[in-house]
């Protein structure tokens, strides 16, 4: 079974950093890019940026690049999303997807990760 | 940048067909992808290629795409199928490609 299992839910304080993980298994890690997702509470999805795993090579939404880093262990399949200073507005729930080939469609999904980010 | 535009709610009784729309400019011309997600959980993939269904996804859901409008359809709606909706496509037109999302849409039943 193809499968993307994400990190716990982390409370933490603005200006502090932060790496959420998702971990995939179940096909060829290098095989397929992962994207992040974002949501906002009570909003919509709004799509971050993703990187190859296989050269590590990235690419972000204009509206997240310098603000967030994607990156890839794929001696252990897993792709990381990180924050170097946390702000109140990064709080959210955080969803990692598998992402298959001519057309970018996302499956499966992670679980998500919740991030609070408060003083 | 390329923009989706979905309808906020849509509401139908059930066993009838809900239609949800998802329009863009030239959406025709891309593959469009659908994602149902349900109150606390992760989206699920439930058309990909406009109109492809993947595995263990029921029949009454389809898709069309033409013009400046893809069309998710859910034939004979069930309570289960009451969700937010998501449109995706994969935008290669600009210097940087990206991902694109809909604004989603709140499916009801009656």
């Known amino acids: 079974e193809v499968q993307l299992v994400q990190s716990g839910a982390e409370v933490k304080k603005p200006g502090e950093s932060l790496r959420i993980s998702c971990k995939g298994s179940?096909?060829?890690?290098?095989?397929?890019?992962i994207s992040w997702v974002r949501q906002m509470p009570g909003k919509g999805l709004e799509w971050m940026g993703r990187?190859?795993?296989?050269?590590?090579?990235?690419n972000y939404s204009p509206s997240f690049q310098g603000h967030v880093t994607i990156s890839a262990d794929k001696s252990i399949s897993t792709a990381y999303l990180q924050w170097s200073s946390l702000k109140a507005s990064d709080t959210a729930m955080y969803y990692c997807?598998?992402?298959?080939?001519?057309?970018?469609?996302?499956?499966?999904w992670g679980q998500g990760t919740l991030v609070t980010v408060s003083s | 940048s390329y923009v989706l535009t979905q309808p906020p709610s849509v509401s139908v009784a059930p066993g009838k067909t809900a239609r949800i729309t998802c329009g863009g400019n030239?959406?025709?011309?891309?593959?469009v992808h659908w994602y149902q997600q349900k109150p606390g959980q992760a989206p699920v993939l439930v058309i990909y290629?406009?109109?492809d269904r993947p595995s263990g996804i029921p029949e009454r859901f389809s898709g069309s795409n033409s013009g400046n409008t893809a069309t998710l359809t859910i034939s004979r709606v069930e309570a289960g199928d009451e969700a937010d909706y998501y449109c995706?496509?994969?935008?290669?037109?600009?210097?940087?490609?990206?991902?694109?999302f809909g604004g989603g849409t709140k499916l009801t039943v009656l």
């Open positions: 179940g096909y060829s890690f290098t095989s397929y890019w």
């Open positions: 030239n959406i025709g011309s891309k593959s």
């Open positions: 995706q496509v994969w935008d290669s037109s600009s210097d940087h490609a990206h991902v694109v």
């Open positions: 290629y406009d109109s």
């Open positions: 997807a598998r992402v298959l080939p001519f057309g970018k469609a996302f499956d499966p």
């Open positions: 990187i190859d795993p296989s050269d590590s090579y990235t």
